[in-house]
């Protein structure tokens, strides 16, 4: 046996709210043997088992009564080349944003508009990342689950996964599907995604017109540190709410009463409105009580200031919920998974 399992293991460290709460047993899987050495520990006592990457998409409300595996596998390494589509696959634990930095560092684009974005590889898929126009679904090239069903390990193509808005397969059959390994189709040439309004604006700033790939992160990178709160030092979990999706009738509704109100025509003919817009509009931003706030910059992002407690930062966010249904009519469903 090569898992090395504590008890009661505080949290604390391994979530970006920064919540104090306790996994009663705690393991890091490097490999997929000590994956299956934890699935089969689980069985053998009955006990349930949690799958974490970095951590950074979780809202824990309560001690965790189960073994938390903390996906730690490391890999990366190119698949094929074709001079122009190259395949890469990295493992599960590898960290989201260097991994985005090596892609590039080896002349692919694809990745760079998800530069910065916290996490690991492993959990990517689970809501299909996204950010500035690009979503993991435009790059995916398939990826390895366990089904902790059967023991089995399953491949899946893009179809498969069931990619949609902060949605996939994996986040419907929560539980069930262990992610191993994930890959990805860049390009030696760079397709380049600049349309989503701050980027292009940023790059003209620094004066870069024909832009790279690299340019395009680094951009991004500094737009992010500008208006997000980094989690070293203000425990959140990025955007706490989903963009809601709304009828054109209410959205022209909401329109008429709030003429600012920002949303994006979809192809459906349904109607994308920017929750942060909506919370801060309902005057939420920068609000605080007790250490459970909403960020003073970024209404969509709720912050802990230090003690604040899962079920706080829940009854916060739950709050907003219904002042945003009453005020507008619109439901705003939760990003972060609950625990
Ligand atoms: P965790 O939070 O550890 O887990 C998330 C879920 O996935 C849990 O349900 C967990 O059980 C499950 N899971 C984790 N690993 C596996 C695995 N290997 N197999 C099966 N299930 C697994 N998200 C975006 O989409 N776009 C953004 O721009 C963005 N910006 C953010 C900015 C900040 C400051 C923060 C804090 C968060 C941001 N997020 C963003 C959310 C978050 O970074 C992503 O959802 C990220 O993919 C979560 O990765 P993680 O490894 O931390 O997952
Ligand atoms: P922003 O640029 O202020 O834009 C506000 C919202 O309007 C965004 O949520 C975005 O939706 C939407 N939007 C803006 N331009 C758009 C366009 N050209 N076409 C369609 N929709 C457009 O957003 P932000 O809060 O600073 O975030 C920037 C990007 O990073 C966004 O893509 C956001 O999703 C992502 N992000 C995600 C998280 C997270 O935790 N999920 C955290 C931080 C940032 P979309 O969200 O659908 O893109």
Redesign the pocket.
Known sequence: MTLHIQSQVSLKPF??FGVEVKAQLFAQAHSDDEVREALAYCADRQLPL?????????LLTADIQALVLR?ASRGIRLLSDDGQRVVVEAE??ET?HPFVQWTLEQGLSGLEN?S?????V???P??????YGVEIKDVFAGLT?LDRQTGELRDFDLAQCQFAY?DSL??HQ?GR????RVRFALNRVDHLHLEYGPVRQRLSEQGIEQPTASDVSRAICSI?SEK????AELG????FFKNPVVSALLAAQIKASHPGVVGYPLADGQVKLAAGWLIEQAGWKGFREADAGVHRLQSL?LVNYGAATGLQLLALAQRIQRDIFERFGVELEM???L?
């Open positions: 979530n970006s949690l799958v974490i990457g970095g951590g950074s998409n979780l996906m599960a634990g989201w998800l910065l974005i916290p996490g690991t492993g959990a990517a689970m809501q299909n990342i996204g950010a689950a902060r994996f986040k929560a599907w262990l992610i191993l992010r997000l709160p980094d989690p959140n979990a990025g955007s992002v990003e972060p998974n625990y």
